[in-house]
């Protein structure tokens, strides 16, 4: 009844091409923001955004960095913990050499930094397929972990091997990591960047480099018939990918933990981040926070499920216990939507389209 | 395997493995520091080999699912604990060695229906890389099952393989070679076990179906092999080798949860011999074994150390890049 489009008349290509054509949609996107702005910080404690928030949009990052190799260009990747790394302490490095150079530049100079590494772990893509390039792309995962932890010229020669994020402010006297940062100004700085960031992603797979990279992940031979180069459409899917995917790593160490030392980007790390997608959706933006939201807050709920309850059982027991539900319910979830909960997203709303009617 | 393969394996590894000492002999004539000789050349390369061995055994069960359901089995890490777990807890229950053995076996072909049951059906037809993605489910589940049944204490499985080092070839080498008698046994449990598999493959009944399964999916239903069942019968064959694994690797290292990790030092060891290929396994686990050995050795110091970590999967990309289906895997043909 309300979710129709019924006498919306589009007179544009630009009308019809957007991104959120339907006048609800639009609405509604806009209450979100709204609500996500004003009420949540306002609403939610310190602790919310912290723990729940603060992570969520870090790994929204990263999900949406490797959804856009594995998802859109279907080059499945097992390194992003490695990327994350390489984030993370070129950040570390650039602030620190040049204290002066404002955060969002080192965030996004880190992030440049990184999509070459991607792009030179990512020539073996050109050659092997599949899950060769998988088992392959955890060399690049070992290989950078293993460089970040040995050489501490990485960490500054901190004894510990440990680095800590140096006092930054977006403006003024708004400080965004070190321990003046509040959560409220962490929080509303991540989800400037990160909106940004995935309305940027999101256009991009709707543009000439997007659906060349859909067609390479279709079938590349046939997409190279075509007059598709595998080798640009490749080598960008993966430079942007990690482009996306160091800054959510210098996101991560800046202002998500503070300090963060190299062996937090193990290979854990890498399978949370594909879990993310693969729940959210494959080849989907929206699947991308769907995801990562689905993966951070899980844990939370596993672990205080059973309090809650008020069973008793030994935190030992607890987190063998948090492992084999978090096993089932991944294979539950393949088994029920192979293609994840953006795909229910879009059931859900063909079928509010014809509410209250079943046809 | 045609004669000309192996009379070139033959003839090259020994070549390749003189042109490495030659190598490291010349370094070690340019630099004092750079330590070399040639018996311990060879000690490192045959304590290289026989970690090699190792990595074969839990290879190998990815090879078998891999060929038979083109699933790529990343649990397969998680069978070697839970089996391990499982059979150090039937011997602390009492159970003679041999007994547990074939308990574990029974529990792990009773895994094996219930993986089929519950995972493989509902999800036939799905992409691989679903597939592969609720194998890792599976991986998770088996890590917290087994742990919170048998509990996440280091154990200690012992079936009274000795573990004394011993000296080999005393007269060849000057002072022998320093081998560990406990890798020896493995190795020779691996030869048993590739011997077994290769009779069972060859020769019995549900061997030629597996093998036709392998070969083509739907030629092999089609001819009434009914596929559902080889599935089982298979991930069954893969949970007792991981059995097998398991009390190697338990018995080495102790029955612990990094265990489940060696899994991912069995990947390389996998692209580089090629997904499809026992044999591929076999030569993969060797090379990956013996090359990650002599470079921790001879080039680990001059880098940093620890390069154990991404020497085998640098060593796998290199190969990769000039053979992309790995040493023995089937050649890649694409068609649009």
């Known amino acids: 009844m309300i979710y129709r489009e019924a006498g919306q008349f589009k007179s544009s290509y630009g009308a019809d091409q957007a991104i959120f054509p339907i006048l609800q949609d639009r609405i509604a996107v806009a209450i979100m923001l709204a609500i996500a702005v004003v009420v949540i910080p306002l609403v939610a404690g310190p602790y919310w955004l912290e723990t729940i928030l603060v992570p969520f949009l870090v790994f929204s990052m990263a999900a949406i960095g490797l959804n856009l190799l594995t998802g859109y260009c279907g080059q499945l990747s097992l390194g992003t913990g490695g990327f994350m790394a390489c984030g993370a302490f070129f950040a570390y490095k650039l602030s620190t050499a040049f204290p002066e150079l404002h955060i969002v530049l080192v965030f996004l100079l880190s992030g440049l930094g990184t999509a070459f590494v991607g792009i030179l772990f990512g020539i073996p893509s050109l050659r092997i397929k599949g899950f060769y390039l998988a088992v392959a792309t955890l060399a690049a ?15 500054n020669y901190s004894p510990s091997g440990v680095i800590s994020a140096p006092p930054r402010a977006v403006f003024g006297d708004f400080y965004l ?100 997608i693969i729940v959210g959706g494959l080849g989907s933006i929206l699947g991308s926070f769907l995801g990562a939201a689905f993966i951070v807050l899980m844990p939370i709920f596993l672990s205080n499920a059973p309090a809650a309850l008020g069973l008793h059982i030994s935190v030992e027991l607890v987190s063998h216990m948090e492992f084999m539900i978090f096993g089932a319910l991944i294979i539950f979830f393949l088994i029920v939507e192979p293609s994840g909960l953006a795909r229910l997203w879009q059931i859900g709303k063909e079928k509010l389209r014809l509410w209250p009617f079943p046809y | 395997m045609p004669i000309r393969t192996i009379s070139i394996w033959m003839t090259g590894v020994p070549l390749a493995i003189a042109a490495i000492g030659f190598f490291f002999s010349f370094l070690a004539s340019l630099s004092p520091s750079f330590y070399f000789t040639w018996p311990y050349f060879l000690e490192v390369l045959s304590a290289g080999l026989l970690q090699g061995v190792m990595y074969s055994l839990v290879a190998l069960g990815f090879v078998l699912i891999f060929k038979a359901s083109s699933v790529f089995n990343f649990a397969q890490g998680s069978m070697v604990l839970f089996a391990a777990l499982t059979m150090v807890g039937l011997i602390e229950m009492g159970l003679h060695w041999t007994l547990a053995f074939v308990v574990t076996a029974a529990v792990m072909v009773l895994l094996a229906i219930v993986i089929e049951r519950v995972v493989l059906r509902p999800m036939v037809n799905q992409p691989h890389i679903i597939m592969f993605m609720a194998t890792i489910g599976i991986f998770y589940f088996l890590d917290g099952f087994g742990q919170t049944i048998w509990g996440s204490n280091v154990k200690v499985l012992d079936i009274g393989i000795p573990k004394d080092p011993i000296f080999v070839l005393t007269g060849l080498v000057e002072g022998g070679m320093l081998v560990n008698s406990f890798d020896l046994v493995a190795a020779i449990v691996g030869a048993v076990l590739v011997a077994v598999l290769a009779v069972f493959f060859q020769y ?9 399964v392998a070969d083509d999916h ?83 110091s001059l880098v940093g150390g620890a390069i154990q970590d991404w020497f085998a999967y640098m060593l796998a990309l290199v190969v990769l890049l000039f053979r992309p289906q790995g040493l023995f895997g089937e050649k890649i043909i694409e068609r649009v």
């Open chain 1, 141 to 155: 995962q070992f290989f950078l972990v293993w460089m970040f932890n040995k050489f501490p010229w990485w960490n």
């Open chain 1, 177 to 276: 990591t070190g321990t003046q940062a509040t959560p409220e100004i962490k929080y509303l700085f991540l989800l400037a960047f990160v909106s940004v960031m995935a309305l940027l992603a999101k256009n991009l797979t709707r543009s000439r480099i997007g659906r060349s990279w859909m067609a390479i992940r279709d079938m590349d031979i046939a997409a190279e018939i075509i007059g598709i180069r595998p080798l640009f459409a490749k080598l960008s899917a993966f430079a942007i990918s990690s482009f996306y995917i160091g800054i959510s790593g210098a996101l991560w160490a800046f202002v998500y933990t503070g300090s963060v030392e190299a062996l937090a980007f193990d290979i854990n790390r890498s399978f949370q981040v594909l879990f993310m």
């Open chain 2, 204 to 212: 019995t009944r549900i061997g030629r179906a597996l093998r036709a």
């Open chain 2, 218 to 300: 739907q030629a092999a239903q089609s001819v009434g092999i009914p596929l559902k069942t080889i599935w089982v019968v298979v991930w069954s064959v893969a949970g007792i080798v991981a059995l097998v694994a398991g009390i190697m690797w338990g018995g080495k290292a102790g029955v612990q949860f990094t265990l489940a990790l060696i899994a991912l030092k069995a990947l390389p060891v996998l692209i580089l011999g090629g997904f499809t290929s026992i044999p591929g396994a076999i030569v993969g686990g060797l090379i990956i074994g013996a090359g990650e050995q002599v470079a921790e050795v001879f080039l680990g």
